[in-house]
């Protein structure tokens, strides 16, 4: 059974969380919002390396009196060829007055990127480190997972 890690909002969270790995791993997050008035803006990158095999299950939950409740959350997921990943965005809402949305992007970083950098010189190892090293810089300040 995979652990799950519960975070309470309270008032405003924004926050981006960060799982880089070559094992397999599995994580289970749940964002709940239980007072009204909140807000979670929350970005999820997982980025699975070699042969990795990783899975992502994240939750907001909106309870019921956690009214005038706006909630996002945005999972990236980048995988090497021989690497796999499963993320599941999830939303529970339990009141009407509520605006939330999530989004679930995928990147494999495929031979034929690698093909196109290396016809500019860049050997596909680097490549693939300039692709990864891109996203991570939009994370830098991420919370490890």
């Known amino acids: ?53 990783v899975t992502l299950d994240a939750t907001v939950t909106v309870l019921a009196e956690a009214i005038n409740t706006s909630a996002q959350l945005d999972i990236y997921v980048v995988t090497e060829p021989t690497a796999k990943a499963t993320a599941a965005p999830n939303l529970i809402i339990d009141n009407n007055l509520v605006q939330a949305g ?29 692709q990864i090293s891109n996203l991570l810089a939009k994370f830098a300040n991420a919370i490890k997972l």
């Not at 652990?3 to 997050?29: F, N, R």
């Not at 964002?31 to 807000?39: L, Y």
């Not at 989004?103 to 190892?125: C, F, K, P, V, W």
């Open 1 to 53: 059974m995979t652990p799950t890690t519960h975070i309470h909002v309270v008032g405003d969270l924004s926050a981006q969380y960060l799982l880089e790995t070559h094992h397999d791993q599995q994580v289970k997050l749940d964002f709940i919002h239980n007072h009204p008035n909140t807000r979670s803006n929350i970005a999820i990158l997982i980025i699975a390396k070699g042969t990795a095999n």
């Open 102 to 130: 999530h989004t679930l992007t995928t990147i494999n970083l495929a031979e034929q990127d690698a093909y196109y950098l290396a016809s500019r010189g860049i050997d596909s190892h680097r490549a693939r480190q300039l």
